[in-house]
């Protein structure tokens, strides 16, 4: 395969709501010169927004259930951002999403820490060893000391932290940023809120007089003696440890203020890997691998309520993709023509002509494509380690209108299938089962039945609240125990038979007491 294309940064940004993630986002594609205006990125959803009605949930909560990927190119790179809804409800969506990034970064707000979700978060790059750069934001704000900041993500997350910069002062106090890789300070322009077009004065060292002029008087002193313990303390810069996702180096800033974002991308550009290798089936797929491979990470209906369109969002994993191309849908075996694929660009989306290892394509689609299909030029691969999570809440549905019954199932399978929910088809009764992670992807379902599918329904309590896969090598032990839980057994809708349980303590119960039977809270796509 040719190399002659700029090498590519695909990404993610990783936080709890409120830490900051859709300041950061949009400064990076200010500072990348993707956008040229501050605002853009929320203008941008709302115009999106008002388009259907499904995502008055999203106005209404204020939160995004979406993900998006926003493209740019700077300094000879190709920055792919995957935006991953930040709501802790929602987030099995997420979760797919970060299988299809080489790198995350972590937004850490200076007052509150480590949150729940940053955490959830980052156990799910781990489990994929994806490696994270840390920002920690809103240094113009009161918030914790640095080295309490940086040993709670040491000791939360037990991986080594490198500070690369330094914030001279906080909150009320805070002055400037101090580089520790290149020794300089970038101070605020003269317009405060507009970093970007301030000064990055060069230094010899922290204790050049020339920073002391430039910093307020009541910082100083408090700098001088953090930085000498700072300098000490700290692993120093390992690309390989930060690759490995045994180190996280940190940057300190400020989204709103425009504070160390540069400094962010610049690392970024420089110790981010590229595409990766991804798992699969028979061997991983290299990204200098000639055949075209992708996978479906995310599927989105509804982008236009007036037709049943969907987009399915496929990371591309080798080979270079031609517009035109017919790939392979694993499983299926389809040939599918891709002859509309999209480029989503930070205002904009276009025809994608070609595309490269890394980058994400939108395709078009009728409902063929599935989250965690596999598209290639090749018949015999398979991407996996795209997974299903063990919902935690079940519910039943129940018509208002029960003429509606083939209307429900459609819609039910269609929001299955872009992973919305979950659904389950119990061995006893008629009503189907949704199985959620989290509420908001109910009152999604609620609102999309009646706005997209004109069907009433309402959801019932279940004498169930969890379920796991269930697989045997023993087919008559498997068949044995099916047969003796009738009530609770149940096939997801693929047709893989599933147990639904009570509570975590009976799943506990029911597995201990059937040791030939693997019992599988995530169900992975193999
Ligand atoms: P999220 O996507 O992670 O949920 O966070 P978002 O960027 O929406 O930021 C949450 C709040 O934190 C916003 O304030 C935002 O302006 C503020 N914020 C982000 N970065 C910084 C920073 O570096 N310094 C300070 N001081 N604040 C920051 P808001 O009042 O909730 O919203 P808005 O009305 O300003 O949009």
Request: aromatic share 6%; proline share 13%.
């Given at each position: 395969m040719s190399q002659n294309h700029p090498d590519r940064r695909t990404f993610a940004i990783i936080s709890h709501?409120?830490?900051?993630k859709t300041t950061l986002t949009e400064k990076l594609l200010v500072a990348g010169g993707a956008i040229h205006m501050a605002g853009e990125v929320k203008a941008r959803g709302q115009a999106r927004r008002a388009r259907?009605?499904?995502m008055k949930i999203e106005q209404q909560r204020g939160i995004s259930v979406t993900s998006s990927v926003m493209t740019f190119e700077h300094q000879g790179l190709v920055f792919n951002l995957l935006d991953t809804?930040?709501?802790?409800?929602?987030?099995e969506d997420t979760y797919r999403t970060l299988t299809a990034v080489d790198s995350a970064v972590m937004v850490i707000d200076a007052a509150k820490g480590i949150e729940p979700q940053t955490l959830k978060l980052f156990e799910v790059c781990r489990l994929r060893s994806v490696p994270i750069i840390t920002f920690i934001n809103k240094v113009d704000r009161e918030g914790q000391s640095p080295f309490e900041l940086l040993d709670e993500v040491a000791d939360r997350l037990a991986l080594d932290v490198c500070p690369m910069n330094w914030p001279v002062g906080m909150g009320g106090t805070f002055s400037g940023l101090y580089d520790l890789v290149e020794p300089s300070l970038a101070v605020p322009g003269k317009e405060a809120s507009r970093a970007f077009e301030g000064e990055r004065i060069a230094l010899t060292?922290?204790?050049?007089?020339k920073l002391a002029a430039a910093v307020d008087s009541r910082a100083l002193d408090q700098f001088n003696e953090e930085i000498e313990l700072a300098s000490a303390g700290y692993a120093s810069f390992d690309v390989d440890a930060y690759r490995n996702g045994d180190l996280t180096p940190v940057y300190f800033g400020s989204a709103l203020k425009e504070f160390g974002v540069v400094d962010l991308l610049a690392g970024l550009a420089a110790h981010a890997p590229g595409p990766q290798p991804q798992p699969a089936e028979p061997a991983p797929v290299r990204p200098d691998d000639d055949a075209v491979t992708g996978f479906v990470f995310k599927v989105q209906a509804?982008?236009?309520?007036?037709?049943r369109d969907r987009i399915a969002f496929m990371r591309l994993c080798s080979g270079k993709f031609e517009r035109g191309m017919r790939l392979t849908q694993g499983g299926t075996g389809k040939a599918i023509a891709i002859s509309r694929p999209m480029l989503f660009l930070a205002q904009d989306r276009e025809m994608a002509e070609e595309a490269w290892p890394g980058d994400i394509i939108g395709i078009p689609n009728h409902?063929?494509?599935?989250?965690?299909d596999t598209l290639s030029e090749r018949s015999d691969v398979m991407i996996t380690g795209l997974p299903n999570f063990a919902p935690e809440i079940l519910r039943r549905v129940a018509l208002v209108d029960p003429t509606k019954t083939k209307q429900l199932r459609k819609a039910l399978d269609d929001m299955a299938e872009e992973g919305i929910i979950q659904v389950f088809y119990p061995e006893i009764g008629a009503n189907m089962i949704v199985g959620v992670v989290g509420q908001l992807q109910l009152d999604v379902l609620i609102s999309r039945l009646e706005a997209e599918y004109k069907v009433e329904a309402k959801l019932e309590a279940s004498p169930w609240d969890t379920a796991r896969w269930i697989a045997s090598d023993d087919a008559a032990a498997l068949k044995q125990f099916q047969a003796d839980n009738r009530g609770a057994a149940a096939t997801d809708r693929d047709g893989a038979p599933v147990f639904m349980a009570k509570d975590a303590w009976e799943v506990g119960y029911v597995t201990q007491r059937n040791p030939s039977i693997r019992f599988t809270a995530t169900k992975e796509r193999v």
């Open positions: 709501p409120d830490a900051g259907s009605d499904w809804p930040g709501h802790e409800d929602f987030s060292r922290h204790d050049d007089p509804n982008m236009n309520p007036a037709h409902g063929t494509l599935r989250v965690g």
